[in-house]
């Protein structure tokens, strides 16, 4: 029993010095394996560490058959080893038919041979041409799935865990989220990680971390300063006349600047304010330049969807979906599917008072338009000081569909942020009454519902009062 336990705890133990681990930053990636021989991929601009030393890496022109990339890049060099061997031919055929031709000639035979050098020409230029285009298809195929067609090899064996720390772009991950519409009462929200490796090593973790932060954080130390009030005394400009030599400098100093620090050029800063970290067990990530789409949460919650217009801004109509999210949406971009049917891979939300709201797709039955009213002017007050101007616009909606349709119609009005400018709502005119809102930044909400084929006008009115020596804009 205890020789039992002591090999478990050993099978175990081994375990763990075998697991491998991959961590994504927004600068870097990091990998960690156990490497069964030198050989590590067609890898570039990338550092090795065994046993926390940095190890030496070796290029070399040849590879393991048994690995994928290098099956990849057999076949790319067997297309090139043909494509030479064809040019071969073409330039023997062309030398033998510039050879000095005989005095006498033999009509039948020197027809036949034309012929024959005809068709062989033919079938060598037309293999010539499609074997450059398969050589350039397959050299876009491998320039995707790795940085360098030389392979890196260890110096020396590393029996330990091998950390490979590739730069910026070689390993990326974004996130997206997919909406599965249940009727308009319930949402299914999913959200994956989509992974990609270019790094030219095939990578197989058994954890992998992803972080929307970078893994090299420069913080300088914090030192008090006073805050000191003094007097302001206005200081006279003087025109400042640059010299050629100030120029020199100027540029002196912003190539020094870009010289001291490359990678924080290069490197964009994450996305995010805040950072967040995912993590996914047993991950596949062949270096093939394809994503990978990773489940990472998946909730349901209920829904509320509306048809709303914004005709100040879109003439478009949109059907929007409200919900409460489970978890903080990370991103905007979704795909939305009704059933197994996608209705929209290029959706956008938005977070609207503590909900989410989603703009799932545009509803072409309804059409709506905006047209501006005739602006007229009058003045009031002592002598005729104050300007009243009458302005406003028309909205045309027609439901072209055979269903009655309840929408909201988000409009607004002029809105001031001085005394000296008044504004005012004269009206919402319509043939049937309108139900509508207005809050105090000038945004009007109406509710309206279109019979089938009905068409509805609907008259909004405002008045700009103003001091007769203002010029004003709206």
Request: aromatic residues 8%; charged residues 25%.
């Amino acid at each position: 029993m205890q020789l039992y336990r002591i090999l478990t705890v050993l099978s175990l133990s081994g375990g763990l010095s075998l697991a491998s681990s991959l961590a994504v930053y927004q600068d870097s990636s990091i990998y960690t394996y156990t490497p069964r021989g030198t050989f590590i991929g067609f890898a570039d601009n990338v550092k090795a560490k065994c046993k926390g030393r940095t190890v030496v890496l070796n290029q070399s022109i040849t590879c393991p058959k048994e690995e994928r990339l290098c099956k990849v890049l057999g076949t790319l060099n067997q297309t090139e080893q043909k494509l030479k061997a064809v040019q071969a031919d073409i330039s023997v055929l062309h030398t033998l038919v510039s050879l000095p031709q005989p005095k006498v000639i033999d009509a039948n035979n020197w027809i036949k041979a034309a012929e024959r050098i005809g068709k062989e020409q033919a079938r060598l230029s037309s293999e010539d041409t499609a074997l450059k285009q398969t050589l350039l298809l397959q050299n876009r195929t491998f320039s995707r799935q790795a940085p360098t067609r030389k392979a890196l090899y260890l110096e020396k064996e590393c029996s330990d865990a091998l950390v490979l720390v590739f730069s910026y772009g070689q390993v990326q991950f974004s996130t997206y989220y997919e909406a599965r519409l249940y009727g308009e009462k319930e949402i299914k929200v999913t959200q994956y990680l989509s992974v990609t490796n270019r790094s030219g090593v095939d990578i197989e973790a058994d954890e992998a971390k992803f972080y929307y932060r970078r893994a090299q954080q420069s913080i300088r130390p914090v030192h008090f300063s006073p805050w000191i009030v003094s007097q302001y005394i206005p200081k006279r400009l003087y025109a400042k006349k640059v010299s050629r030599n100030m120029m020199q400098s100027d540029a002196a100093v912003m190539a020094m600047s870009a010289a001291v620090s490359p990678v924080e050029a290069l490197v964009p800063e994450a996305q995010y304010l805040a950072a967040r970290q995912y993590r996914i067990k047993d991950l596949s990530l062949p270096s093939s330049g394809k994503a990978v789409d990773v489940e990472v949460t998946s909730w349901k919650v209920p829904l509320k969807c509306e048809i709303r217009a914004y005709p100040y801004r879109n003439s478009l109509v949109f059907d929007v979906c409200s919900f409460t999210p489970k978890t903080q949406i990370e991103r905007n971009s979704w795909k939305i599917k009704e059933g197994d049917r996608t209705i929209n891979d290029t959706a956008v939300g938005e977070y609207d008072n503590g909900t989410y709201r989603l703009y799932t797709q545009a509803v072409p039955d309804i059409k709506v338009t905006r047209k501006p009213l005739v602006k007229r002017e009058r003045t009031t007050g002592i002598f005729g000081s104050t300007v009243r101007k009458k302005d406003g616009f028309i909205l045309v909606l027609t439901n072209k569909s055979d269903a009655r349709k309840n929408m909201i119609v988000t409009e607004r009005m002029p809105t001031s942020e001085t005394q000296k400018i008044t504004v005012k709502l004269l009206e919402v005119k319509s043939d049937k009454k309108v139900d509508y809102t207005v809050s105090k930044e000038g945004k009007i909400e109406m509710k309206l519902s279109l019979d089938a084929h009905e068409t509805k006008k609907i008259e909004v009115l405002f008045e700009i009062s103003y001091d007769k020596a203002l010029k004003i804009t709206y």
